[in-house]
């Protein structure tokens, strides 16, 4: 079995695994279905939820990222593909718990090390959680807060650090009108594991905004920025794009495409323009 192949294996194993939770997560409250009189999808309501973080709605995303500049000599690329469910489990009274894991699968190309070697290959870069629990406030504006953990990276070290990471997450948003703009950030800390590959000592914060329009068009921006304690250096890029709703047999699913630039970046990390792409399915039931 080749490295692709490995990837590809390791995402529908987590996907298997996260279906029972799913189905669960929906039946332990209020149905997270979204509908409007007559039966039919709301297309603008659920778009709108996707623009939201904690929202109380069951969405399985997928994420495709192109990144360039990546290497010593800023000459190797990197392809990143992100499988991160949204788990939200009712607790009652309006409150919920949001469980967002996130499996990063990697492939670099020529990317060159500090001592001037070349590496091409394929792997999976880490396995973060973050959850939030997010209180009913009867207000535009929501927040949740909860605790965060990354797993080391694997043995190579080639993607990414493989210290252990824990500390807490949480978001701020508002859900005005078509708007919907916010914070979400983590404070991670190194438990454990080998640093020279890097630490998981990170602060990291990305605001947001997103407009949805009355056609389920959603409109986004949002700057990623994370800044590694020991390296003292932060990565931070930006984001720009659109995506739009749309159901096929009764299905939602939202797809979204546009530019990246990294105003800053960590050494060896990405610099320059990037891509990246989204394809969401949304489970009402």
Same mark, same amino acid.
């Given at each position: ?33 979204? #509908? ?8 603008? %309501? ?13 969405? =399985?995303?997928?994420?495709?990222? *192109? ?7 800023? %000459?190797?690329?990197?392809? !990143?593909?992100?499988?991160?469910? =949204? ?9 919920? *718990? ?10 670099? /190309? #020529?990317? +060159? ?8 290959? &394929? ?35 080639? *993607?990414? @650090? ?6 807490? /997450? ?15 950030? &983590? +404070? @991670?800390?190194? =438990? ?7 630490? +998981? ?9 997103? $407009? ?5 068009? !959603?409109? /986004? ?5 994370? &800044? ?5 250096? !932060? ?26 630039? $990294?105003?800053?970046? !960590? ?14 399915? =949304?489970?009402?039931?």
């Amino acid at each position: 079995m080749n490295h692709c192949s490995k990837i590809l294996a390791t995402l529908l194993l987590v996907l298997s695994c996260a279906t029972p939770v799913l189905g669960q997560a929906t039946q332990t409250g209020k149905s997270s279905a979204v #509908s409007v009189p007559g039966g039919d999808v709301d297309k603008v %309501g659920i778009a709108k939820k996707l623009a939201n973080p904690i929202a109380n709605m069951i969405s =399985v995303p997928l994420q495709y990222q *192109f990144s360039r500049g990546v290497g010593k000599n800023q %000459g190797g690329s990197e392809q !990143t593909l992100l499988f991160q469910p =949204v788990m939200p489990f009712n607790l009652g009274g309006g409150d919920t *718990f949001i469980v967002r894991p996130i499996v990063a699968g990697v492939r670099e /190309t #020529s990317v +060159q090390n500090a001592a001037g070697q070349s590496f091409s290959g &394929y792997g999976i870069a880490s396995v973060t959680l973050e959850s939030f629990y997010a209180p009913n406030t009867n207000s535009s504006w929501i927040w949740g807060i909860g605790p965060y953990a990354q797993s080391p990276s694997g043995n190579s070290g080639k *993607f990414g @650090s493989q210290q252990t990471g824990a500390g807490v /997450t949480a978001v701020v948003l508002n859900r005005a009108g078509p708007w919907t703009y916010g914070a979400l950030g &983590y +404070q @991670s800390w190194s =438990v454990g594991g080998n640093p020279s590959f890097g630490t +998981q000592n990170n602060l990291y914060g990305q605001p947001f905004i997103a $407009y949805t329009t009355k056609t389920a068009w !959603t409109i /986004t921006a949002n700057m990623e920025a994370q &800044y590694n304690y020991d390296a003292r250096r !932060t990565s931070n890029p930006l984001y720009a794009g659109v995506s739009k709703l749309m159901v096929f047999d009764g299905v939602p699913f939202q797809f979204g495409a546009g530019p990246m630039y $990294y105003v800053s970046n !960590t050494p060896g990390g990405p610099s320059g323009w990037g891509a990246r792409a989204t394809a969401t399915l =949304v489970i009402l039931k």
